[in-house]
């Protein structure tokens, strides 16, 4: 936003005024999606949106340990700026916090006064125009899973699960949320405005989701990153902890991230809906499929993003880690649901909730695009129960592989872009170095008393 829009930026100062704000916090999303802010006073935001604010570009390249990992442009150029200025179209009050309102800001290089190139909502941006070039416009519907935990001086990592109930799978009320986590967190979700629809515990003892409404890509991506981040401070309100990895406890399941994904035209017309076309699907929904199926090891690296994503995978998990599609079969990868009409679409089950909602969407409508484009035809759908490894190939089951066939997959690569690509493979590989590195608990409870 430039000096040219100040008086824009004065109604929206008058307005938050009248609403008693006084404060806007300015967030953005880092390379793994955890949210990166600063609060800025309401009488200094017409400077924050013509000046923009600085923010040193490692801010993509910090791992979560707070060190600064080799990414080309980051430590090797002298640890540059970034900009950041507000999206005021963004603004929404923070129901949990008085007199402060949030909005996410948009990320440029000040050097060249494009868009960063670790940047995870220009990198949606970029790939979501170049669906348009072919009429193609996504729409998504996020679902999305965590833990609730209890601080505890029982446990060495100083956390317990919230609640240990077993049985209690989609169920609400006191039966498995004695202190109504659920129903809290959904008014204030609500009041955030990002069209939250419902709530349920889930598999596990402490899991819940909670869902959100459809809409084009770039908005459900923000509202999915808005959505983990209150989740969070809303729980650390509460001296508790709301996490999103992909599965924290041994002995239970998993945490996903699961995307419904279809297509309008630009008169707004489902683009897979066709009742006379097999399995009631148009060529453009089945070539979707293929795309996807076709990058699913590379879309792993995206979806399925940490060391630990990969011990979520396994049989009877309902974690798909084959390389398939079935007609509501929730033990496929791809699971057609069956709606259809308006209501047609795919649900890529593959992600788990640790993954950056941008990088998600990202890597998904791309793998799409590249098969709407190939004009391929996906094998037969899956029947019956799955995780047969004589009929479908298997996915990565490391980080490691997931982030080689990453790189291998140039046609991929290509839509993300290639600084994206070498800036997410470098912060990604040091994790997956720090980790070889790391004397883990259970090599002290296996080795150290016979050894």
Known sequence: MSASDIPSVRHHMQRLAAEGIDVVRVTYPDLIGTERARDVL??????????????????????????????PGGLDAGLPDICVRPD??????????????????????????LPAPESPRDLLRTVVDRCGEYGLNPVVGPELEYFLCDATSDNPQGWRRYSDAAGVVYTAGLRADSDNHLLRTLRLLRDLDIDITSGNHEFDGSQFEINLTHSDAMEAADRAFRFKSAVKELARKEGRLATFMAKPFQGAGGSGFHLHLSCVDDEGKNSFADP????????????????????????????????????????????????????????????????????????????????????????????????VVAGEEPAAPLEGYGYDTTK????????????????????????????????????KRDEVARFHRHVTDWEFTEYAYHL
Not at 43 to 71: E, I, K, M
């Open 42 to 71: 309401l009488d200094h935001l017409p400077s924050a949106c013509d000046h923009g604010l600085a923010f040193c570009r490692a801010v993509y390249h910090t791992n979560p340990q707070g060190d600064v990992v080799p990414v």
């Open 88 to 113: 005021l179209d963004t603004l929404t009050a923070l129901p949990w916090e008085p007199g402060v309102a949030s909005c996410l800001g948009d990320v440029t290089d000040p050097a060249t006064e």
């Open 276 to 371: 006379s076309a097999p399995y009631g699907l148009t060529a453009t929904a089945r070539h979707a499929v293929a795309g996807i199926l076709a990058h699913a090891p590379a879309l792993a690296a995206l979806a399925n993003p940490t060391v630990n994503s990969y011990k979520r995978f396994g049989p009877d998990t309902l974690a798909p880690w084959l390389i398939d599609w079935g007609l509501d079969n929730r033990s496929a990868m791809v699971r057609i649901p069956p709606e259809r009409g308006s209501g047609t679409r795919l649900e890529l089950r593959l992600g788990d909730a640790s993954a950056n909602p941008y990088l998600l969407i990202a890597g998904t409508i791309a793998a799409a695009l590249l098969g």
């Open 392 to 427: 479908s190939a298997v996915l990565p089951m490391t980080l490691p592989d997931a982030l080689d066939a990453l790189e291998a997959d140039t046609a991929l690569t290509d839509v993300l872009g290639k600084d994206f690509t070498t800036a997410y493979l470098s912060y």
